[in-house]
């Protein structure tokens, strides 16, 4: 009897040491080698016993870059951890808001990781109407044009 319910009262702990839910880390975009590496946030906040949990915000704009790839990892090994949302923003865009909740007595310890590529603004071409008289001037030099090659570049 006494050994059924030592049982029943191990088995009882184990399974309330498992999360309801599973924290895995969210990841948005697929990461590659030339990608820039824009903003790395550590947070590590201790456990709060109110009931609604905590929430962590993080919240960045990238001016004149396109991110492309978003990983934050769920680094709280002994307890739950925290789940982590992107509300806003995120690949395809320039900015991000994220939140991370943990629920109450459970604490957050993530890492989020920003990468994206540099926008470059298009040349604008010169378009050339057509119904112009004059296209003579425009073929006046073809005979002395010279093709430069700058080894360099």
């Not at 088995?11 to 924290?23: D, L, P, V």
């Not at 604008?124 to 002395?144: A, C, E, Q, R, T």
């Amino acid at each position: 009897m006494h050994h059924t319910v030592l049982l029943l009262l191990i088995i009882y702990t184990e399974a309330r040491m498992f999360c309801e839910k599973s924290k895995i880390p969210l990841e948005q975009g697929v990461w590659r080698y030339d990608l820039q590496h824009m903003d790395a946030a550590i947070v590590d906040n201790r456990p709060v016993s109110i009931n609604e949990g905590q929430i962590y915000v993080y919240e960045n704009y990238f001016p004149g870059y396109t991110i492309r790839y978003v990983n934050v990892d769920n680094l709280a090994m002994k307890s739950c951890g925290a789940s982590a949302t992107i509300k806003n923003g995120g690949v395809g865009s320039s900015s991000v808001f994220i939140v991370l909740h943990a629920e109450s007595n459970q604490e957050i310890r993530s890492v989020i990781d920003i990468w994206g590529i540099k926008n470059y603004e298009p040349k604008h071409k010169v378009d050339v109407d057509p119904n112009i008289k004059n296209m003579k001037s425009l073929y006046l030099f073809k005979g002395l044009r010279v093709v430069h090659h700058n080894k360099g570049y």
